[in-house]
C-alpha cells in the first residue's frame, strides 16, 4: 500500500515547486492572465527545476525515473501558484510522456533528448474535440490506412503551443481504438487555426487545428505498428489534471481563509461567524479528499496496476472540488471576490475550465 509520508526527496521535489510557485507564478499570474500571455520566466526559470528530464532516464538524455505521485506531489504546487503557468511548464510533458510510455526506441531516442535540454522546448497534443458526444476513447478525428501509412482527418480544439511545438501529438480513431500520431510542425493537410478565446487560463495559449487528408508515414504512429496503450496515456492526463485542480481548490481556499481572519464586519471576524466556518470546513474537507484520490491514483499508476476507474473518479471529484471551493471563496469575499483586485475571480474562471478540458495535461 502506498504511504501517507512523502519521501524525502518527494518532500524536496515540492518543496522547490512551492517557492517557484509563490516567486515566479504568483507575481506574474493577474499581468498574464491580462495580457492572455505566458511570462517568460514561467518557461525559463521554471525549466531550470528539472521536472521532465527528471522523468527520464540518462539513456534519453535525462537524469531519472518517472514517478506519477513525485509529478502529481510537483503539479498541485505549481498549480497552486498559478493554473495557466502549471499549464505552460508541464505542456512539453505532452509529447514526451507519451513518448515515454508508449513510444518505439526509436522515437524514445530521436525525441527525447530534445525535452532534457538547458532550454524549455515548446510541446503539444490534440485530443479535445468541438463536439457534443466526444469520447476521448473514440474520436471523432479518423486515421485511416494507405500506401503503408496512414491519412489523418478531423478537427481539434483546445490544442495547446500548436503554433509554436515543433511536434503534435494527435489522437485519432484507428479501427475502433484511439491511437496516438506524431506529427511535425509544417506536415501538409495540418492547419493551425487561430488561437482561441477562453474564459479562463487565458496565460496558456490554446488554438483549434484542422487535419486534412494528412498524410503520415507509418513510423509516426505512437508505439509504431503494435500502438499505444492510450488508457494509460488518459489516466495518466486525468491524474495530473486532478493534481492541478486540488493546487487552483488549495489557493482559493487558502485566501478565503486569511481574508475571513482579517475582515471585521459587526464587531467580529468574519470567521468566527457560524455560516462561514461551516463552508470553510466543508472547502478544507472536499480539498483533503480529492487529494487522496489523486495520491492513490498516481500510485497505482506507479504499480503498473489499472488506474483507470481512479483517474476518472478522481478527475471528476477534484475538478467538482476546484469549482465549489473557488465559488464559494468568492462569495465569503462577497463584492470584493467580483473585482480583479482580488485573485479568487481568476481562480474562479480558471476551475471552471477543468470540466472541458480534456487532454491538455500529463506528468
Known amino acids: 500500500m502506498y504511504s501517507f509520508d512523502p519521501t524525502e526527496e518527494q518532500k524536496i521535489i515540492a518543496d522547490a515547486a512551492r517557492k517557484l510557485a509563490l516567486k515566479e507564478f504568483r507575481s506574474r499570474m493577474s499581468e498574464a492572465d491580462e495580457k492572455s500571455e505566458p511570462a517568460p520566466e ?6 531550470e527545476l528539472g521536472l521532465l ?10 537524469f531519472g525515473e518517472r514517478s506519477a505521485l ?5 503539479a498541485e504546487e505549481l498549480a497552486w501558484g498559478d493554473l495557466s503557468a502549471a499549464l505552460v511548464l508541464t505542456a512539453p510533458n505532452l509529447i ?3 513518448v515515454l510510455l508508449c513510444g518505439t526506441e526509436k522515437q524514445k531516442e530521436d525525441l527525447l533528448p530534445h525535452f532534457c535540454g538547458e532550454s524549455y522546448v515548446y510541446g503539444s497534443a490534440a485530443l479535445m474535440e468541438p463536439r457534443m458526444d466526444f469520447d476521448p476513447n473514440v474520436p471523432g478525428t479518423t486515421a485511416t490506412r494507405k500506401n503503408g501509412g ?23 480513431t484507428l479501427e475502433g481504438k484511439c491511437e496516438g500520431f506524431l506529427i511535425p510542425k509544417g506536415t501538409p493537410g ?4 487561430e488561437r482561441e478565446k477562453n474564459m479562463g487560463m487565458k496565460a496558456f495559449p490554446l488554438y483549434s487545428v484542422e487535419l486534412r487528408e494528412c498524410a503520415l ?3 509516426q504512429r505512437l508505439g509504431g505498428e503494435a500502438g499505444s496503450n492510450f488508457q494509460l496515456i488518459l489516466s495518466s492526463s486525468r491524474v495530473a489534471l486532478s493534481a492541478m485542480a486540488v493546487g487552483v481548490a488549495r489557493a482559493a481556499y487558502e485566501f478565503a481563509l486569511d481574508y475571513s481572519k482579517n475582515r471585521k464586519a459587526f464587531g467580529e471576524m468574519i470567521a468566527q461567524r457560524q455560516s462561514i466556518a461551516f463552508t470553510l470546513s466543508d472547502m478544507i474537507t472536499d480539498i483533503e479528499a480529492a487529494r487522496l484520490m489523486v ?6 499508476l506507479d504499480e503498473h496496476k489499472d488506474a483507470a476507474h481512479e483517474a476518472y473518479l478522481a478527475m471528476n471529484f477534484a475538478g467538482d472540488t476546484a469549482l465549489m471551493v473557488a465559488d464559494r471563496a468568492v462569495q465569503i469575499l462577497g463584492g470584493y471576490g467580483f473585482i480583479r483586485d482580488f485573485p479568487e475571480e481568476l481562480y474562479l474562471r480558471n476551475a471552471r475550465g477543468f470540466g472541458v478540458m480534456e487532454g491538455i495535461a500529463i506528468v
Not at 528530464?53 to 535525462?62: L, T, V
Not at 511545438?165 to 489522437?171: A, Q, R
Not at 495540418?190 to 487555426?193: D, I, P, T, Y
Open 96 to 98: 514526451a510522456i507519451p
Open 42 to 47: 514561467w518557461m525559463h526559470t521554471g525549466w
Open 190 to 193: 495540418l492547419a493551425v487555426k
Open 217 to 219: 508515414p507509418a513510423a
Open 70 to 74: 513525485t509529478s502529481v506531489l510537483a
Open 295 to 300: 495520491w492513490e491514483a498516481a500510485w497505482r
Open 53 to 62: 528530464p527528471a522523468s527520464i532516464s540518462e539513456k534519453y538524455g535525462g
Open 150 to 172: 496512414y491519412i489523418l482527418s478531423g478537427i481539434k480544439n483546445n490544442v495547446p503551443f500548436a503554433a509554436e511545438s515543433e511536434w503534435i501529438l494527435v489522437y485519432a
